[in-house]
Nanobody
Framework: QVQLQESGPGLVKPSQTLSLTCTVS?????????WSWIRQPPGKGLEWMGA???????YYSLSLKSRTSISRDTSKNQFTLQLSSVTPEDTAVYYC?????????????RGQGTQVTVSS
């Protein structure tokens, strides 16, 4: 059974960098899959943010590319999201998941999600 777990601060101040880690168990992130970060702002739909591949290549949403960085630590089987210069509009539930796309149909496993609020 593949499990993903997001971790990180629940409250970030405006202009700071949001950093979240996804810990994966039951599968290696070096296997042949995409590993994505997705978010859902309150009252809005899913937004795919970016992904890292089994080989370490990264892909980002065009709208967030300038502020987003995804990296990984294969020794810990983790991948990390960093979103810089956050504003209150970045308040959302953040998910990590196995797969790539803009709907949950395109993912086979995902974490439970973690609420991140951007506020001073």
């Amino acid at each position: 059974q593949v499990q993903l777990q997001e971790s990180g601060p629940g409250l970030v101040k405006p202009s700071q960098t949001l950093s979240l880690t996804c810990t994966v168990s039951g599968d290696s992130i070096t296997n042949y899959y995409y590993w994505s970060w997705i978010r859902q702002p309150p009252g809005k739909g899913l937004e795919w943010m970016g992904a890292i591949t089994s080989r370490g290549s990264t892909y980002y949403s065009l709208s967030l590319k300038s502020r987003t960085s995804i990296s990984r630590d294969t020794s810990k089987n983790q991948f990390t999201l960093q979103l810089s210069s956050v504003t209150p509009e970045d308040t959302a539930v953040y998910y990590c998941a196995r797969g790539i796309g803009s709907s949950w149909d395109e993912y086979d496993y995902r974490g439970q999600g973690t609420q991140v609020t951007v506020s001073s």
